[in-house]
């Protein structure tokens, strides 16, 4: 069983090629695919975490497509003062399909 642990928009994810990720806006190449940094590789019994052999591991994504995520509202109020202060929040996201580890 190979599976890494990628960095994926400020955030480590746990991939398996076949796994769908959804993660911050990221561009991709002119053919649609994406590659990721990898933080950690676990090739059976053998695992990967110095950043030596880490430089050599590429992990790569083909982009599924652009999406938004849920509305957050952010909501601040100040008692008996008459502050009130209301905004929303919708994060820009893409979904990636791992197509391998090598």
């Known amino acids: ?5 990628v960095r994926a928009g ?5 991939v398996e090629v076949g796994t769908i990720v959804t993660m911050d806006r990221i561009k991709a190449n002119a053919e649609g695919n994406v ?3 990898a933080v950690l ?13 880490l ?4 992990v790569t994504a083909e ?4 999406l938004r995520g849920p509305k957050i509202v952010i909501q601040k109020f100040k008692n008996k003062t008459g502050y009130k202060k209301r905004q929303g929040h919708r994060q820009e996201l893409t979904r990636v399909k791992i197509t391998g580890i090598k």
């Open 63 to 66: 982009v599924l497509g652009n």
């Open 1 to 5: 069983m190979v599976y890494a642990v």
């Open 35 to 37: 590659e990721l940094a």
């Open 10 to 14: 400020g955030r480590q994810e746990k």
């Open 41 to 53: 590789l676990v090739d059976g019994d053998k695992i990967t975490s110095d950043a030596g052999s």
């Open 55 to 58: 430089a050599k591991v590429t």
